[in-house]
Every structure is written in structure tokens, then in C-alpha cells.
């Protein structure tokens, strides 16, 4: 089993928070990624680090920052929660190549 | 057009039957090939790689055609626990993300 944590695993909150989606992994990969999936939609990537001080924006346009302090933790940050916010999002953890990505279990976020 | 293309089903099948997926990818310089499993409101989680030579892992067979771009899974003798739904997944070299299909949705009953 990939040893990758993501705390809340379910979010309820109003329109306007401020939150942060925690990810901690004890694999010790430098890579690390954010994606984020709708129901029955396929997976997009908003964020990626390659190793601590690293962030890179990925495909998917979002309007959520990261920051990577610590090889193990890479927590995504909303400053003001929408409703169009409303999505799962997934962190990953990888190996050297970045072929080899474990999931952690989702935050399922709800904004209203 | 998506960078990968899956039939999206349901596939329903019965217990012990055959069922096969089929994907398809848009750019020509996709390296590596993967299926992902998914279980309802769960993370994907690796099923297998796939190699151009085809590869097999118990009752899981890959294949990979580069030349018409598509890529298959075979699952034989399907069981109930085999139900999820089932992610296509590229990458070329040069990129750092790995391109998911929507994925194909498999319901095995009894």
C-alpha cells in the first residue's frame, strides 16, 4: 500500500473561505501532484513540484496555490472558496520518472 | 480532440465472462502506457503498465498497437470484484503529466 494521506477526506463550506487541502506522503518522492477530477470527468492536473521550493502550474487553469516547504508536504490552498471549486482532488506522489504515481485517498470538497 | 478516448459503457457482464476496453491516444510521441483502476468515490489506483510487446498479468492482459495508436485490456474470467471503472492513462517523455482517459465503467454480476 502507497503511503500517501489526505486530510479532510470530505469538506462542507461556505462560499468565500479560505482552505487548505493537506497531503503528506512518507515515501520520500520528490514528486508530487494535484489533480483535480468532477464526477464522471477525467483527471486533470493543476499542480506539480519536483522536489521542495518547486512548483509548477500542470494543464487544468486553477485558481488553488501550492506550496512544497517539505519534501513530505505539499498542501493546496484556496483563498476564497466558490461554488465552482466543488470537485475531488487527488494528490500523487511518484517515483524519479514520474511514471510510477500512488494516490492518495481524495478530498472531496463542497462549497456553497 | 482528448488526448485519450475511452468508450465510457456501462459494460455489464456476468460473473466468469470476457470483457474487453479499448482506448484510444492522440499524440504520436506517448511513451509509456498504463491502466488504472478506480473504485467508486476512491483514488485511481495502478492495475498495470503496458508494454508494446502485450503483457499479461493473471487474468489481465494488456496490448498496445502503436501503429493505429490504441491500446486494449482484457479481463478473463470476470468477477464481481473486478466491478470499478477502469482509466486509460498516456505519457509522452518530454511532459510531466500522465493523460487520463474518462474512463471505461465495468459492472460484473452474479
Known amino acids: 500500500e502507497a503511503d500517501i494521506y489526505q486530510t479532510p477526506r470530505y469538506l462542507v463550506i461556505g462560499t468565500g473561505k479560505k482552505i487548505t487541502l493537506e497531503c503528506s506522503q512518507t515515501m520520500g518522492h520528490d514528486k508530487m501532484y494535484w489533480y483535480q477530477q468532477d464526477p464522471g470527468m477525467e483527471l486533470h492536473l493543476i499542480h506539480y513540484?519536483?522536489?521542495?521550493?518547486?512548483?509548477e502550474k500542470g494543464d487544468l487553469s486553477s485558481e488553488s496555490t501550492v506550496s512544497r516547504i517539505r519534501t513530505e508536504h505539499f498542501p493546496l490552498t484556496l483563498e476564497s472558496a466558490r461554488p465552482s471549486h466543488t470537485s475531488q482532488y487527488l494528490c500523487?506522489?511518484?517515483?524519479?520518472?514520474?511514471?510510477?504515481?500512488?494516490f492518495g485517498p481524495g478530498t472531496r470538497l463542497t462549497v456553497l | 480532440r482528448k488526448e485519450v478516448e475511452q468508450d465510457p459503457g456501462p459494460f455489464n457482464v456476468p460473473e466468469g465472462a470476457t470483457v474487453a476496453f479499448n482506448c484510444t491516444y492522440s499524440?504520436?510521441?506517448?511513451?509509456?502506457f498504463f491502466w488504472y483502476r478506480q473504485d467508486c468515490r476512491k483514488e485511481p489506483k495502478l492495475l498495470m503498465s503496458v508494454y508494446s510487446s502485450g503483457n499479461e498479468d493473471g487474468r489481465f492482459t494488456a496490448q498496445l498497437n502503436r501503429a493505429s495508436q490504441y491500446i486494449s485490456l482484457l479481463i478473463r474470467d470476470s468477477k464481481l470484484s473486478d466491478s470499478a471503472t477502469y482509466l486509460c492513462?498516456?505519457?509522452?517523455?518530454?511532459?510531466?503529466?500522465?493523460?487520463f482517459g474518462k474512463g471505461t465503467s465495468l459492472l460484473v454480476t452474479p
Open positions: 500523487a506522489s511518484s517515483d524519479p520518472t514520474g511514471l510510477w504515481q500512488f
Open positions: 492513462v498516456v505519457k509522452t517523455n518530454s511532459g510531466y503529466a500522465l493523460n
Open positions: 499524440n504520436s510521441a506517448s511513451q509509456s
Open positions: 513540484s519536483y522536489g521542495v521550493n518547486s512548483t
